[in-house]
């Protein structure tokens, strides 16, 4: 191999691990010398992104990684519910009645992850019990699982004033505990209902009509994006593509009988 070939493929292994860096995150990197006497005798830690106090809720990349890690230690779902305790840690805990952890089965192949609570929830404590909710459960029906078969959370655990869309900073502070819901869950796919749910969990800002329809990869689960159950609420012609999406969910799942299969057309 001549010397051009050799550093060409540095570079394109160099490019491959930073873009894959970039999808669990990382914004920049910083690189330092150390003079040769500062040289740690230990090999150096690997620079991963610059942290300030503006970033120190934001999950780092070494924690994104353990989450990918099937060897590292999982915490279970009450231990993750008791690190939240009665959070304070984002500006959405001054408006909230209720802290909306997640529900179902711990141990669940399908995990449907949403933005954040709502009116109904947030006084209820349980993810997608409002009109969204009961549109959920009724495609969950459709696909031929119960709803305690599944696991339901959100990005973030308290409701925005007035069902506003989650704030970057709120996603940043509160989808650490997403993040460990998944692990603890491990679960074979995870459906992500709208783009505030995509961007966090594949750390994308690509629009959702360019992510739904095929799977993604978070860790070892597969990762589909549809509209969110509200969307469908308002505008009926997102039924027919989310339904598309479920298919592919179901397929992939080895459910191929789900009611609205056998029905022909979708029964929600
Ligand atoms: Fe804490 Fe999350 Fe609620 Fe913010 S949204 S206060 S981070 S639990």
Known sequence: MNLHSELKEILDELRRYFE?????????????????????KAPMKQPTRIQDDKEKSVIKIEEQLDIFDQSAKKITLEEIREEIGDCTRCKLHQVRTNIVFGEGNPKARLVFVGEGPGEEEDKQARPFVGRAGQLLTKIITAMGFKRSDVYICNVVKCRPPGNRTPEPDETGTCEQFLFKQLRAINPEVIVCLGSVAAQSVLKTKERLGNLRGKFHSY???????????AALLRNPGFKKPLWDDMQIVMKEMGVSKGVGVSKGKEQF
């Not at 894959?20 to 740690?40: A, D, F, H, T």
């Not at 860790?219 to 159950?229: A, D, L």
């Open 20 to 40: 894959s860096q970039k999808i669990l995150g990382l914004e920049s990197v910083v690189l330092s010398y150390p003079r040769e006497e500062e040289k740690p």
């Open 219 to 229: 860790g070892r689960s597969k990762v589909m994006v549809t509209y969110h159950p």
